[in-house]
């Protein structure tokens, strides 16, 4: 299906729930937010219906986030749900790593093609610092386990944040030099908690991309076999792994957007950073049917704006990150 902007809309990020096991400071207020209740976060087969009328209307890939997706029960359960769905043809994830061991061989067997694992830093102090209490030996076990399961290609997520992991991002891409590990450094971005920590923070992608050619060596422009996003990626000669840069604010990729995103109580958005949501839950609980669906999804992808307006800053009060699914 295409929007107003004509661009081809075929993905869904699908936020499977708004709690997380970590509190990363950019991500999430030192008090945490309010849980929400139970019975307004969509069941398994309320996911299940509002995935299949979006592959009615050309939705083929789906991403699971949140909150943090492991923790929430049963998510194979979930996966083989949507792997199960004709028309969707890729399933991946976004998730901390801190419940892959245990997770992994059976998300891989339920229909994940590959994850994304969030890592700030290689610093024991600094991880426990930015995720408030957080274990980075838990994280690189979770990270092994994505590479054992064949998860592959697993890409590292890294927001930098200047004054607090930006000295880090040399020792982050030799990474890839010599292991099958694809870092996307990515740009802060003005969301949510938009706190005090993060105020004055933000360091544009190039200024990355400049150090690490400068201090580590010469990154060529690759491509990235499987799951080319919104990330310009890059390799050092001979290396195993990739340099990504994810450049939503300093030169944002909204003329390619493709997607929209489901939060785990049913709210359509058409954009992260707009805070109007399709409300497709209370339909779906009065017994809509896949067409009635499929339908409101339509309105949804009518209403994407041509581009996002971050650099206006956040008025939506009603949602944080770890709500949206990031
Ligand atoms: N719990 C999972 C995880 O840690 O990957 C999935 C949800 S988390 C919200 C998804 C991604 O959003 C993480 O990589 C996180 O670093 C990123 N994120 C959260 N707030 C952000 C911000 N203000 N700017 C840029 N990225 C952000």
């Known amino acids: ?35 929400i209740p139970h019975d307004e976060i969509l069941r398994d087969e309320e996911f299940e219906a509002i995935v299949r009328a ?36 890729d399933i991946t994830l976004t998730t901390n790593g801190i419940l892959l061991p245990d997770h992994a061989a059976a998300l891989k067997e339920a229909g994940v093609k590959r994850v994304n694992i969030s890592l700030d830093t290689l610093k024991d102090d600094r991880y426990r610092e930015v995720t408030r209490g957080g274990s980075l030996a838990s994280a690189w076990k979770g990270i092994q386990a994505a590479l054992d399961a064949g998860l592959h290609p697993v890409k590292l997520n890294t927001v930098v944040v200047r004054d607090f992991n930006d000295d ?9 030099k010599k292991r099958p590990l694809h870092i996307r450094f990515i740009e802060l971005m003005p969301i949510g908690t938009c706190n005090k ?26 491509k990235m076999a499987e799951g080319d996003g919104p990330a ?30 489901l ?21 779906l609980r009065r017994g809509a049917g896949d067409r009635e669906i499929a339908d409101l999804i339509m309105e949804a992808v009518d209403l994407k704006p041509d ?9 939506d009060k009603k949602r944080v990150m770890s709500q949206i699914g990031g």
Not at 12 to 26: A, E, G, P, Q
Not at 204 to 222: F, S
Not at 263 to 283: F, H, M, N, Q, V
């Open 197 to 222: 920590w993060t105020e004055g923070r933000f360091v544009p992608a190039g200024e990355i991309l400049d150090r690490i050619n400068r201090r580590v060596g010469r990154l060529h422009p690759a």
């Open 232 to 261: 310009k990626y890059y390799r050092f000669e001979g290396a195993l792994g990739t340099v990504g840069f994810i450049t939503s604010m300093s030169e944002h990729f909204c003329e390619n957007c493709n997607r929209l995103r």
């Open 263 to 283: 939060t785990s109580s049913g709210g359509l958005r058409p954009c992260l950073y707009d805070a109007r949501e399709i409300d497709l839950k209370t339909p």
């Open 54 to 89: 979006a592959a009615l209307v050309g939705i083929r890939k789906i991403r699971l986030t949140g909150g943090e997706p492991l923790v929430r029960r049963g998510v194979e359960d979930l996966v083989r749900r949507f792997a199960n769905i004709p028309g969707i043809d």
């Open 307 to 315: 581009r996002h307006h971050m650099d206006e800053g956040w008025t």
């Open 168 to 176: 880090e991002v040399e020792s982050m891409a030799r990474l890839t």
């Open 1 to 35: 299906m295409r929007d107003t902007y004509r661009r081809e809309i075929n993905y869904l990020r699908v936020s499977v729930t708004d709690k997380c096991n970590l509190r990363c400071i950019y991500c999430l207020p030192p008090e945490g937010v309010k849980s």
